[in-house]
């Protein structure tokens, strides 16, 4: 959009101009809308299709004589239990309204103009939108095998460099990195440079060598780690993440924060489901039944894809998936292109329930026959 176009883009901070709204995954009400279909299957946002589990659900139904109050602006309750959980201390957390929320308080805190933040080539659309609308510089390395490639990461920090991300497994692409690799780059970052492990999707990984950074907390005080209840957990709809970090690390972020960033439902959710393993366990096993319906079919189809630790596969079509994923929404399947990641000729699928996931893959087959 021109100057033209927006009289108020001249008004805006550093940043701003060169910003493209995020596209999120198509409703399916409105799909359903626009095409005069019904019985659509969302396959594009990541969800836990079992949804959340009895606890957090209990949590849910005790707090509706509340709504009319305001939630605890601190957090206090969450935070403790996530405190416990974790083993750190309370003054370690800081919650958001969804992950996505403490990314943006990261870069809210540390970039501004003048110094730059370092991500990998295919990485979380968050790290780039925050880190431009602050107003301060990316350094994008060149992906290895479609995930982080930390040789080149570090080459391209610099005393300028105040955040690295890195999400670990990645979105979109579901590659991951080991525990001794991921470990040893921190290690040789400067104290000067915040590095944030993005670990939404940890719940899903069942590799042997796969880290959990929130252990490596005491060690680094420049590392903060952050997780969501959004995947394993199924509370996408209350928007409810949080971070962990060293407490001064932590102290600055919450100066940020707003206040009733979390509501109270989705307070009250997590901390019930933050215990609810039985309810992680199933949903890890169901994913990986579905996981396995998309790459026996893929192997069928003669299609490669990208192997994923997530809830979701990346699909390479070998053709501009533009036009495929059109011929799919008009078959009731909603998927992610992901050509803004620099992947055009793949398709992000979430794992659905067996039926959902039976139906995509059917749809798939008949679109790329036809």
Known sequence: MTVQDNPFLPLTAPGIAGLTPYVPGKPVSELERELGIRDSVKLASNENPLGPGPRARE????????????????????????????????????????????????ART????????????????????????????????KARDYGNDLDAMARLVTDKTRVVWIANPNNPTGTWLAAAPLKSFIESMPRTCIVVVDEAYTDYVGEPDFPDAT???????????????????????????????????????????QPFNVNAFAQAAAAAAIGDLEHVRASVEFNRAGMRQYLDAFKRLGLEYIPSVGNFITVDLGRPAGPVNHELLKRGVIVRPVGNYGLPDHLRISIGLEAENARCIAALEDVLAS
């Open 215 to 257: 252990h490596w907390l005491e060690q680094f005080p420049n590392l903060i780690v952050t997780r969501t209840f959004a995947k394993a957990h199924g509370l996408a709809a209350l928007r409810v993440g949080y971070g962990l970090s060293d407490p001064r690390v932590a102290d600055l972020l919450n100066r940020v924060r």
């Open 59 to 106: 949590a849910i139904a005790a707090l509706m004589g509340e709504i009319g109050r305001y939630p605890d602006g601190g957090g206090f309750e969450l935070r403790r239990v996530l405190a416990e959980y974790h083993g750190v201390p309370q003054t370690a957390v800081t919650i958001g309204n969804g992950s996505n929320d403490v990314l943006d308080l990261i």
């Open 110 to 141: 540390f970039l501004y103009p003048g110094v730059e933040s370092v991500f990998s080539e295919h990485a979380f659309a968050v790290y780039p939108i925050s880190t431009q609308a602050v107003g301060a510089a990316a350094r994008v390395a």
